[in-house]
């Protein structure tokens, strides 16, 4: 049976006098990935923002467990588990990879003093790296540095925004694989935004289709057939 995570219903945003979402509904599984996929400039990145509150102007309902979080600030969202990566990564270059991952620390529920050591077990490469500068990373090690970021938080839902954007490939594989290990092994509900078809196949069990600011089509990712991919996804 399928517990809804999170519940988006009739969800508008403006951008100013920009009408950029429309009327959207979608529900979120619980403990599976969802994959939010449309062309450039559809609105996921504003959706994502929208859920986490980060942009101004959203009407509906974003409902979390039943609770309607479309008033709170984000950081109420954060503290209530709702983990947060943004496209394009946003780490800090001049900050050590350990004091980024401490900037997780402000909304974690408990009281962490250090980083845990799982986050380290998950990603080794950032314990060789823990004293370099955020910006003297990969792009593929700032992405884990990211993840690591947003998983002190100890999120019951993750939302990742475009994770594997502008990444070597074998570390796309590598992303892939801890995705798919937070849902299968620690539980956690991914949202991810993706625009690579192979790669949300891979680590998705549905997806929902963004057009143009509206809901063009959702379902199991095993149904997600080449008509819709040509119909909205393919250039
Ligand atoms: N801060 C903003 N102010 C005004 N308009 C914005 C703002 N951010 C995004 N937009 C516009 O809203 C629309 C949706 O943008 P959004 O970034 O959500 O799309 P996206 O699907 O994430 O694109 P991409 O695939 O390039 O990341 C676009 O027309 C964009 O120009
Ligand atoms: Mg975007």
Redesign the pocket.
């Known amino acids: 049976m399928m517990t809804t995570m999170i519940d988006v219903r009739a969800l508008n945003q403006y951008?100013?006098q920009?009408h950029?979402l429309w009327d959207i509904d979608i529900e979120i599984a619980q403990g599976q990935c969802t994959c939010v996929l449309?062309?450039?400039?559809?609105?996921?990145?504003?959706?994502m923002?929208s859920i986490m509150g980060l942009?101004p102007n959203v009407q509906g309902e974003v409902l979390f467990s039943g609770q309607n979080m479309v008033k709170l600030p984000a950081e109420s969202r954060a503290s209530m588990g709702i983990g947060y990566i943004p496209?394009g990564r946003q780490i800090f270059s001049q900050l050590t990879v350990e004091e980024n991952i401490r900037t997780g620390f402000f909304a974690s529920r408990s009281k962490l003093k250090n980083v845990p050591a799982t986050i380290y077990e998950l990603f080794p490469v950032l314990a060789e790296m823990r004293r370099r500068r955020g910006g003297d990373l990969s792009g593929g090690q700032q992405q884990q540095l990211a993840i690591a970021r947003a998983l002190v938080l100890e999120p019951t839902v993750l939302i990742m925004?475009?994770p594997a954007e502008g990444i070597q490939p074998t570390i796309v594989q590598e992303i892939a694989d801890v995705i798919k290990s937070l849902v299968r092994d620690k539980g956690i509900t991914v949202i991810l935004?993706e625009?690579k078809l192979a790669f949300a196949r891979q680590v998705g069990n549905h997806y929902v289709i963004?057009d143009r600011?509206r809901l063009m089509a959702k379902g199991l990712m095993s149904d997600l057939d080449d008509t819709i991919v040509d119909q909205y996804l393919t250039v």
């Open positions: 951008y100013g920009s950029t449309g062309r450039n400039g559809v609105g996921k990145t504003t959706l923002q942009v496209q925004d475009e935004v625009q963004l600011g």
